[in-house]
């Protein structure tokens, strides 16, 4: 018979076998069978209470390793569990990333209750433009397509004409049939896009709002160079929200998930990931062979994320964690959404 014991004690070598090779140089936290014995307990509950509730938990790579690996049922970027939440039947989906992730849950699964673990978790995009602001930057250029990134509140998604993603945004606004576009809220991914479109020879005016991402902006071309000098053979992975002079100097610009698939069809001696640490922690534990060097950086609204949280939120959520909007903004929000499904590009 399995004891209670016993069961904590395979959880825990469960997860050693997933964490073992997880080190976050800014956290100073590794993973051995003590540190996986004593959350055991607490990613068994949360299993259980998952079944028990009908629940799903969709999980952003940023997030801490032991709710990727520990509970959620799918992890990945915005694009992807945009479609997960899409798709989802589950009565609950409680989703461990940043707010306007669990707004677009909502917003794609309306009839679901869509709980986040930690209300604070905003993101500094997100924050930068309101449904206001975009409505005076539309007054100003009315003949403008307005393509808001995923990184966006349900008012900005819901005044817009489509949405994008780190994945797909260059093909999107590429296969725009209007040249002006209004491009919110990030202003470093709109001249990646501007940069990246002109490379391709597509004729596009691309204005944007002022909104930066404060983990991406702050990565600079001095990183690249010091490390290209100290690791020689190094590639270099970007993502769209880092500067142009950054993107420029990159082996490889993409979202997370496209960073994830190119070192895992890479071959070289390392790797230096500009983007937030968790990524990196998941290569660790996918990709245990490959070598990476420092540089990555931690978002500290995914880091409120935590399992215990996830666990009151399965409980008993508290209204603050509970994601309800208003139904006319949520259909006007889903249009602009939709869109983007139907104009990405197929895998
Ligand atoms: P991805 O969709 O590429 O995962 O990006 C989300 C994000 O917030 C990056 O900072
Ligand atoms: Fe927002 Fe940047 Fe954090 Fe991503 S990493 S959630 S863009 S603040």
């Known amino acids: 018979m399995i004891t209670t014991a016993d069961a904590v004690e395979q959880e825990a070598e469960r997860l050693l076998r997933a964490l073992l090779h997880v080190d976050c140089e800014p956290q100073g936290r590794t993973w051995n069978l003590d540190t996986c014995r004593a959350i055991a307990p607490l990613t068994l509950e949360i299993n259980r209470l998952k079944q028990e509730r009908g ?69 500094s995009l997100a924050d930068s ?3 206001e602001g975009v409505r ?25 004409d489509v949405c994008v993603t780190s994945g797909n945004v260059y093909h999107i606004v590429a296969n725009l049939p209007t040249r002006r576009i209004l491009f919110v809220p990030d202003r470093l991914m709109g001249q990646n896009l501007r940069d990246e479109l002109r490379r391709r020879g597509v004729d596009k005016e691309i ?28 590639k270099v992975v970007s993502h769209p929200e880092c500067t142009p002079e950054v993107a420029a100097a990159s082996d490889f610009v993409g979202s997370t998930g496209a960073m994830m698939k190119y070192v895992k069809t890479t071959v070289a001696p390392y790797f230096l990931m500009l983007t937030e640490c968790g990524l990196v922690g998941r290569l660790q534990v996918e990709t245990p062979e490959k070598s990476f060097i420092g540089g990555c950086r931690l978002c500290p609204y995914m880091k409120l994320n935590s399992l215990e949280k996830v666990r009151d939120a399965l409980v008993a959520p508290r209204p603050d964690q509970i994601v309800t909007l208003d139904e006319t903004l949520r259909l006007r929000a889903a249009r602009c959404i939709e869109r983007m499904f139907e104009l990405s590009p197929v895998d």
């Open 129 to 131: 433009i309101t449904g």
């Open 207 to 234: 204005i944007t709002s002022d909104g930066t991402c404060m983990v991406h902006d702050q990565f600079g071309p001095a990183d690249i160079a010091a490390a290209r000098a100290q690791f020689p053979g190094l």
């Open 136 to 160: 005076r930057l539309k007054a100003l250029c009315p003949d403008a397509t307005v393509v808001c990134y995923i990184n966006s509140t349900a008012e900005v998604k819901a005044e817009s």
């Open 55 to 123: 629940a799903v938990i969709l999980a952003h790579s940023y997030v801490e390793p032991e709710i990727i690996y520990g509970v959620a049922d799918f992890r990945g970027d915005s694009y992807f569990l945009s479609l997960k939440a899409r798709e989802a039947r589950a009565k609950m989906i409680v989703f461990a990333g940043v707010v306007f992730m669990a707004e677009t849950a909502k917003i794609l699964s309306p009839a679901a209750q869509v709980v986040v673990p930690d209300r604070g978790s905003g993101c």
